[in-house]
């Protein structure tokens, strides 16, 4: 990115309607394409699914924790972008009489992403359908939405931004080279990974127009937010980790000992926190931005932070 030329913000926000325009693309038409899941093929892949580290278990039971983790993960992407597109309307609102450029982009990010929750809806009910009865996602998208909104939005931004940077990492490094991956589910993070190239653009511009106008006061209890963001979003990785787990030993089809129970709810932990904290924490484009932003004192403190949750 450094040796791009820097146009005018406004050039950059008619560069992502333009690149919207380009790659739109319909849930049926190009993603689905009358197709279904099968548990044949793995879900998600090795490199974020961690699945080869899950000793205990055959190639077979491997397969399963990479379809649960699937549904998870489209779950997860369902439940996070619930409160992006608030914060990215509610931010909106600040070109409603200016920049119209501006305001097309965000307006977009926003469609882009109700209609990336329209198609994590659709593919956990498709996957419902073929995977057996006991899968539990008990997190309301609202309820953490409202409280992930009640904090500053520096840290939502930065937030988003980390999620969405490691969208991309996820898509290029792990899904896409990935063979033994069912087509549809890599169809699904390929046209959402192509939405999530402009918005990283979009995010960076809004959180340094946002940054601009903090005080050093609110930026440092900004940074405080985003460490709490980072917590609660570990709070749900713990519940979820549990909660997959649990339905694993229920349909492998043998007995799960409590000791190996324990030990693959540590697994499934392990691998979340992997794919929804630290593949983004360590993403060398976001401690970039993020360390442009604030002091060398506040990046230790939230290094400190993530350092707990190992
Ligand atoms: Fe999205
Ligand atoms: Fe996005």
Redesign the pocket.
Known sequence: MDTLVQFPDTERYAHCIKASKATHWDIDRDVIKGRAFDLSRKYLPDGLSLAHEFTSLSGAEKRLVSQIQGRTYANV?GL??RF?TAKLLEIGRDYWLGDQNALEALVRFSD??LK??ALFRRIEAMMAGVMPAGYRFDVDPDGVARAVLGKSTWAVLVLTLHI?LF?QNHYRQSIEPDGELSALFKDVFLF?WK??CQ?VVLDELELKRHDAMLSSADRDRAVDDFIALVGAVDGILQMQAGADAAYFAAICGRTVGSAEADGLTKQFLKAYRWQYIFSGATHPRFQKTVKNLITEPQFERIGTALATLN
């Open positions: 992407f996070v972008e992006i882009e992403e990336h929750q969405e969208v959402h939405d999530e918005h």
